[in-house]
């Protein structure tokens, strides 16, 4: 990876990390397509380790919050997923799973787009702990369906609860990842590299969420997302 790539890389984390600590999802949605783009080995893995560290912060500042009960039968739909999502990257070839990341992404802006707002009882939130095991596990983008399910929680207490869920629905991603062999010494040396720029984000979250417009900051986090999946897209037929 060159400089300039890497820079672009470590300039989209800590975007992606202060999202992730001011609106409770975005550090995958914007991430997970820019690395697939510049190196596909390194999905989903390095980002799944950065955003462990950036949910732990989270639940560290904001972890009074949570949906304790909410948190759990969403972590009880993810086991199923986790293992689902695990077989598609042990089969998957990278080409295809860069089509996935790029499908993931553009599905999940299309979702929060159409403003469909499920109940958030328990069925609703065991599919949704699914669906995002899925998703979190083969692409690191395991963010949409939670945010859709528990868009209704107010702000604390929806990056509370996302950060908990997300914690510890990575550790379980990374643990069948690993027995799947797809942590390899390249994965842990960029997130390494990248962890500075997730600190970045998660430092400059506190003073800025405040001033954040948050409807026009969600809009352009999906925007970029969309524009970043394109070009993914298009470097599979190049």
């Known amino acids: 990876m060159s400089l300039p ?30 690395i697939a783009i510049l190196d596909p080995s390194l999905t989903p893995v390095v980002v799944l380790l950065l955003a462990t560290g950036v949910t732990a912060a989270v639940v560290a500042l904001e972890g009074g919050h949570a949906d304790i009960r909410g948190a759990g039968w969403a972590l009880v739909g993810r086991v199923p997923g986790v293992v689902g999502g695990a077989a598609l990257v042990a089969v998957l070839p990278a080409r295809h799973l860069a089509f996935l990341v790029a499908g993931v992404v553009l599905l999940g802006v299309a979702v929060s787009l159409r403003g469909f707002v499920p109940r958030p009882g328990r069925r609703s939130v065991l599919l949704a702990g699914l669906v995002s ?3 979190g596990t083969a692409t690191s983008i395991g963010g949409p369906p939670m945010a859709m399910v528990w868009q209704r929680l107010s702000g604390p ?11 510890a629905g990575s550790a379980m991603s990374l643990a069948s990842l690993a027995a799947t062999g797809a942590v390899h010494k390249d994965s842990l040396r960029y997130t390494a590299l990248l962890a500075p ?24 986090a999906m925007g970029l997302a969309v524009a970043s999946a394109t070009v993914l897209v298009i470097q599979q037929f190049l």
């Open 5 to 34: 790539e890497f820079t672009l890389l470590f300039i989209t984390v800590a975007i992606g990390s202060l999202l992730q600590v001011a609106i409770g999802f975005g550090l995958g949605l914007l991430a997970a397509p820019v």
């Open 157 to 167: 207490k929806l990056r509370s609860t996302m950060s908990g869920f997300f914690l």
């Open 133 to 135: 095991g899925v998703m």
């Open 197 to 220: 720029a997730a600190v970045i984000g998660v430092l400059l979250a506190r003073p800025l969420s405040g001033r954040l417009d948050m409807r026009r900051t969600r809009a352009a």
